[in-house]
């Protein structure tokens, strides 16, 4: 069964620092990873995707990264600023194309002013 | 891109009521439809899958007389909770492929459904 732990859970850093979040999931027999934002009682913006072929996507100051055979996938967001605030969830999309995506419990961001 | 709009964006019921959660596709056809739970401070929980126009697959444990799925068209898939109590209060969001080289998810906004 795919488990998906996304570590820390919450960080708070001072706004123009670099940082990483970190996901990991326990098969590595995958489809896709994905990467979303998700902003308090709202629904999930999609950020980024990764193919299981692929090694990294980015978008902007985003760069996901993805190491299947580790089972271990990394979002860096560079030059943080408040407006990044937010909730990043990782969600694997398991191999066979199913459709059904096993996310993890997110790690939620501060960046301070 | 794709949109799916997701009504209400909250609602609040008394317990026995049943409350109806709409899911549609703006600009492209969803023939699949996946139906999520997410509590407070906890991750998103798959419920259930709905295709269009046949019966919807529901994930272990999750009830499906209690929480019913209708897909009829490639536009609009609804999740009505039936007789619902406190312990169905929770964040219900839908989503659906997008389709395309990359098999992304469009998700909708969300419902906070509160039952007093």
């Known amino acids: 069964k795919q488990e998906v732990t996304q570590i820390p859970a919450a960080l708070s850093v001072p706004e123009g620092e670099n940082l990483v979040l970190n996901c990991s999931f326990t098969?590595?027999?995958?489809?896709?990873l994905q990467w979303f934002r998700q902003d308090p009682g709202k629904g999930l913006t999609s950020l980024l995707l990764i193919q299981s072929s692929q090694r990294e996507q980015t978008s902007g100051r985003l760069n996901a990264s993805l190491d299947k055979s580790s089972g271990r996938s990394t979002l860096y967001i560079a030059a943080s600023q408040p407006g990044d605030s937010a909730t990043y969830l990782c969600a694997v999309h398991g191999s066979g194309n199913t459709g059904k995506l096993i996310f993890g419990q997110g790690t939620t961001l501060q960046v301070k002013p | 891109g794709a949109v799916v709009s997701q009504h209400p964006s909250w609602v609040i019921c008394k317990s026995g009521t049943s409350v109806k959660i709409e899911c549609r596709s703006l600009d492209f056809q969803a023939t699949t439809m996946f139906w999520y739970r997410q509590f407070p401070k906890q991750s998103l929980m798959l419920m259930a899958t709905s295709n269009e126009g046949s019966k919807a697959t529901y994930e272990q444990g999750v009830e499906k007389d209690k929480f019913l799925i209708n897909h009829a068209s490639l536009t609009l898939s609804t999740l009505t909770v039936t007789s619902a109590h406190p312990e169905d209060s929770s964040f219900y969001i839908c989503?659906?492929?997008?389709?395309?080289?990359?098999?992304?998810?469009?998700f909708g906004s969300g419902t906070r459904l509160t039952v007093v």
């Open positions: 098969d590595s027999a995958i489809y896709n």
């Open positions: 989503s659906a492929p997008t389709g395309g080289s990359n098999y992304g998810y469009t």
